[in-house]
T-cell receptor
């Protein structure tokens, strides 16, 4: 049982480049989340998917898109990366919405030059 | 939306002493309050949680208290050990009306041997 996995672990992009962050969970969870973590700002929600087939914006969705590919996978896409998107990105999942324990992946560290 | 404030941002204690981290929330509809521990280079991990129908919960050296009237909750770690050194996050969610978690900005705890 791997839990929540994220790829890549680290990525360097140039301004304007695009990339997709991958997330998968093997716990049969319904809900999945993408956060960004910046110094002094805690974890801020980018997008979430309460269940397969649905996605909703969080606190900081601008510049990002998501796809809930199936129950296991939830990807985050940066269409045109900006230096302000330099951050550590965490994917998380819960069995069902915000009433359950949230399990986090190990994170993707992204640097945009 | 919900606003969660967390204090202090940094905390240093001597090994064996107690540590207390406090959070306040703004929306009285919040009813689930998890605490996460994040070690360097890893994703956050749940250490204890409390629901609004309970005032206190304890798990070995860790306890959480909730005051619904004042809208604040606290994490208490007794007999601290060097391995307790990490960043701790509080969070709040409104189960049944919202699928999001709202996080505090984190407390960096250092336990001095």
């Amino acid at each position: 049982n791997a839990g929540v996995t994220q790829t890549p672990k680290f990525q360097v992009l140039k301004t304007g480049q695009s990339m997709t962050l991958q997330c998968a969970q093997d716990m049969n969870h319904n809900s999945m989340y993408w956060y960004r973590q910046d110094p002094g700002m805690g974890l801020r929600l980018i997008y979430y998917s309460a269940s397969e087939g649905t996605t909703d914006k969080g606190e900081v969705p601008n510049g990002y898109n998501v796809s809930r590919l199936n129950k296991r996978e939830f990807s985050l896409r940066l269409e045109s990366a900006a230096p302000s998107q330099t951050s550590v990105y965490f994917c998380a999942s819960t069995r069902s919405g915000s009433r359950e324990t949230q399990y986090f992946g190990p994170g993707t560290r992204l640097l945009v030059l | 939306g919900e606003n969660v404030e967390q204090h202090p941002s940094t905390l240093s204690v001597q090994e064996g002493d107690s540590a207390v981290i406090k959070c306040t929330y703004s929306d009285s509809a919040s009813n689930y309050f998890p605490w996460y521990k994040q070690e360097l280079g890893k994703g956050p991990q749940l250490i204890i949680d409390i629901r609004s129908n309970v005032g206190e919960k304890k798990d070995q050296r860790i306890a959480v208290t909730l005051n619904k009237t004042a809208k604040h909750f606290s994490l208490h770690i007794t007999e601290t050990q060097p391995e307790d050194s990490a960043v701790y996050f509080c969070a709040a969610s409104m189960v049944s009306t919202d699928n999001q978690f709202y996080f505090g900005t984190g407390t960096s705890l250092t336990v001095i041997p």
